[in-house]
């Protein structure tokens, strides 16, 4: 590796500058999102001991890490095990002009090309890489704490979900 901590030091800075999200071995089961990071200058303390101040802001959520993805081939209830409501990200399969219902309330989805992904947190309705709000309509959805019900309308074969289970 090398003992040049300053060349390691410039490597590992934008690396650290540029992370999404951050956990700590104090507790590795939660991520947070990192909203904004700072980093001071390298400052060699010994010959061989050099330090740095870093800080980070951080959005007020701990997520679960490792949360496998949930399939629903059938309507059914989900179960939020969070502290606080989630924005999950979910990815419905199927054709033509559909109805995803969360908790009572409605999605209206124009399935043309097989698949869409709705992301609760970014307030995105795509495609691949591609914006496709306006093949939705209704509120994204929303994974209250404890039991949500979830039906799949008629001609939606599968959902994928990604929970975000989050906790204050």
């Not at 590795?28 to 800080?55: C, Q």
């Not at 914006?131 to 309308?153: E, H, I, K």
Request: aromatic share 10%; proline share 5%.
């Amino acid at each position: 590796m090398g003992t040049n901590i300053p060349s390691r030091w410039r490597t590992a800075l934008p690396k650290i500058l540029n992370a999404k999200t951050i956990y700590f071995s104090n507790d590795n089961t939660v991520f947070y999102n990192i909203k904004h990071a700072e980093a001071g200058a390298l400052e060699r303390r010994l010959s061989s001991l050099y330090d740095f101040p870093i800080s980070f802001t951080c959005a007020p959520f701990r997520y679960l890490r490792n949360v496998p993805l949930t399939t629903q081939t059938a309507s059914g209830t989900i179960n939020n095990t969070g502290t606080v409501y989630s924005l999950p990200k979910i990815t419905i399969y199927g054709t033509g002009s559909r109805t995803l219902t969360i908790n009572g309330k409605p999605i209206v989805l124009n399935l043309l090309s097989g698949s869409l992904t709705l992301d609760g947190e970014l307030r995105e309705c795509y495609y691949g890489g591609m914006a496709q709000n306006n093949r939705m309509s209704g509120d994204f959805p929303v994974f209250n704490v404890g039991n949500n019900t979830v039906t799949l309308g008629t001609g939606i074969t599968k959902l994928e979900i990604e929970p975000r289970w989050r906790y204050l």
